[in-house]
């Protein structure tokens, strides 16, 4: 599987960066610490994508300006799951959207709360995860003290982590709320490539009963400057709105962070530009947006244009990234998709 081929050589990589280290409180070797790093590296992929993060207090459905579509939801009663919450404007719960998870769909208001942890560092994020405790019977609201085993298993078990990856905000055919459905918007991972990144950082963590002493998350200090992942819609209809380019990134820049998009190839007949954006420091770790960098005009209604374009960062001392590429389709407006 890829996710093998890429550990094996990160391993290499981040061993060499971490022998320099200063010694810290980490008692693991430092193979291990590179190893547990990488994997976990490979999750941040799929923690800091929407379907995962929006669960975790990357979207907050209580706030009067909230970006959840159906507008802000008001909790009616002290349970947190969805049965029990509902809109200002009348008595729609949350399960008439995401009615494929009816008694499942859960959101706790409280901002600090442990499972609230997508604003969070990715070293601070490496710490919740050993420092929280996880539910283990959704009808009792039973929680137990994580463990290695008990996050494995709770990964594999969970509904609403199976709803996260198949990408489709436990949506089906029946909801009517936001006129349509939208688009399935999987991670980048299936959920059964996430449990092997992570039972590879639980095993080089040895931390299947206890987590180790001592605070590895140190490993992630010297990671390189690079971009994990982008998140943008694969299709833009011409003349519609510009599309904002949303970068997860890993490595330590310093702000600000220039966003460059700039085209591999351009058509003799074509006009291809370089769009930059400046991105001062956000509260999102780790993840920055550039705004409106995506559009295209002038297309005929037989016209189809594949866009081969690629994304580089640039911190304020002027350290770039590698190329990522960002390959959009340009389509005429009546064939617009969502």
Same mark, same amino acid.
């Given at each position: 599987m890829k996710i093998t081929a890429t550990i094996v050589l990160a391993v290499v990589i981040a061993t060499l960066s971490i022998?320099?280290?200063?010694?810290?409180?980490?008692?693991?070797?430092?193979?291990?610490?590179?190893?547990?790093?990488?994997?976990?590296?490979?999750?941040?992929?799929?923690?800091?994508?929407?379907?995962c993060a929006n669960c975790h207090g990357a979207l907050n459905v209580y706030e009067a300006d909230t970006a959840h579509p159906p507008g802000s939801m008001m909790q009616t009663e002290t349970d947190i799951f969805g049965d029990t919450m509902s809109t200002p404007a009348g008595a729609e719960t949350c399960v008439q959207c995401h009615d494929a998870a009816r008694g499942e769909w859960i959101q706790k208001p409280n901002p600090t709360s442990e499972i609230q942890w997508a604003n969070l560092s990715d070293e601070d994020l490496w710490r919740r995860l050993r420092n929280t405790r996880i539910i283990t019977n959704r009808v009792t609201r039973e929680t137990e003290d994580s463990t290695g085993n008990l996050l494995i298993q709770h990964t594999r078990d969970d509904p609403l982590i199976q709803h996260g990856f198949a990408g489709t905000r436990a949506m089906t055919a029946n909801t009517s709320w936001w006129g349509e459905r939208p688009s399935p918007e999987p991670p980048p991972f299936t959920k059964e490539e996430f449990i092997v990144a992570?039972?590879?950082? #639980?095993?080089?963590? /040895? +931390?299947?009963?206890?987590?180790? &002493?001592?605070?590895?998350?140190?490993?992630?200090?010297?990671?390189?400057?690079?971009i994990r992942s982008l998140q943008y819609p694969e299709t833009i209809a011409s003349g519609a709105r510009a599309i904002d380019l949303t970068v997860v990134y890993s490595g330590r820049p310093e702000f600000p962070i220039q966003v460059i998009l700039q085209p591999r190839t351009c058509p003799s007949d074509s006009s291809c530009g370089t769009e930059r954006r400046n991105v001062s420091e956000t509260?999102?770790?780790?993840?920055?947006?550039?705004?409106?960098?995506?559009?295209?005009?002038?297309?005929?209604?037989?016209?189809?244009?594949?866009?081969?374009?690629? #994304?580089?960062?640039? /911190? +304020?001392?002027?350290?770039?990234? &590698?190329?990522?590429?960002s390959p959009v389709t340009c389509k005429p407006p009546e064939m617009r998709t969502r």
């Open positions: 022998e320099a280290r200063a010694e810290d409180t980490c008692n693991l070797n430092i193979a291990d610490r590179a190893r547990a790093a990488v994997a976990f590296d490979q999750m941040l992929s799929v923690f800091r994508h929407p379907r992570l039972e590879d950082w #639980v095993d080089a963590l /040895d +931390a299947r009963e206890t987590w180790p &002493e001592g605070d590895c998350s140190v490993a992630l200090a010297e990671r390189q400057f690079s509260s999102s770790a780790n993840t920055i947006t550039g705004t409106g960098m995506f559009w295209c005009t002038g297309l005929s209604a037989s016209e189809v244009w594949d866009m081969d374009y690629e #994304v580089v960062l640039m /911190d +304020a001392q002027q350290r770039r990234t &590698e190329p990522f590429a």
